[in-house]
């Protein structure tokens, strides 16, 4: 299980904890190991517009015109901007840490 985000992101870190004790999670920090387009594609189309956090201060800090760009080309230069944690569990994708990724991951109410 891969675990997509930030390494001092308080929700990737509660998502590491959680599934690390019941599987081989595996945080990927996107900043250290930037991840491949056709992976941020591949999130794109799971998630559409979702993806893009359009709240972080990443976000607040670009420009119109990076604002405008496309998705996978917006995440690719700025990563910190994609909304995370994005889990891979097998042929599975998640995104966030909510009630529901919870409850499909760990089984919880």
């Given at each position: 299980?891969?675990?997509?985000g930030?390494?001092?992101?308080?929700?990737c870190?509660?998502?590491?904890k959680?599934?690390?004790?019941?599987?081989?999670?595996?945080?990927?920090?996107?900043?250290?190991?930037?991840?491949?387009?056709?992976?941020?594609a591949?999130?794109?189309?799971?998630?559409?517009?979702?993806?893009?956090?359009?709240?972080?201060?990443?976000?607040?800090?670009?420009?119109?015109?990076?604002?405008?760009?496309?998705?996978?080309?917006?995440?690719?230069?700025h990563?910190?901007?994609?909304?995370?944690?994005?889990?891979?569990?097998?042929?599975q994708?998640?995104?966030?840490?909510?009630?529901?990724?919870?409850?499909?991951?760990?089984?919880?109410?």
């Open positions: 299980m891969r675990i997509i930030l390494k001092n992101c308080d929700t870190r509660a998502a590491l959680a599934l690390g004790a019941v599987s081989d999670a595996l945080l990927v920090d996107v900043r250290a190991e930037p991840i491949g387009r056709d992976d941020i591949r999130y794109h189309a799971a998630f559409g517009p979702a993806l893009v956090n359009t709240r972080s201060a990443t976000w607040r800090g670009l420009n119109e015109a990076a604002r405008g760009m496309d998705p996978v080309d917006l995440i690719a230069a990563p910190a901007v994609m909304k995370r944690p994005v889990i891979e569990a097998g042929d994708l998640y995104l966030g840490w909510g009630p529901e990724v919870r409850a499909a991951l760990l089984g919880e109410a």
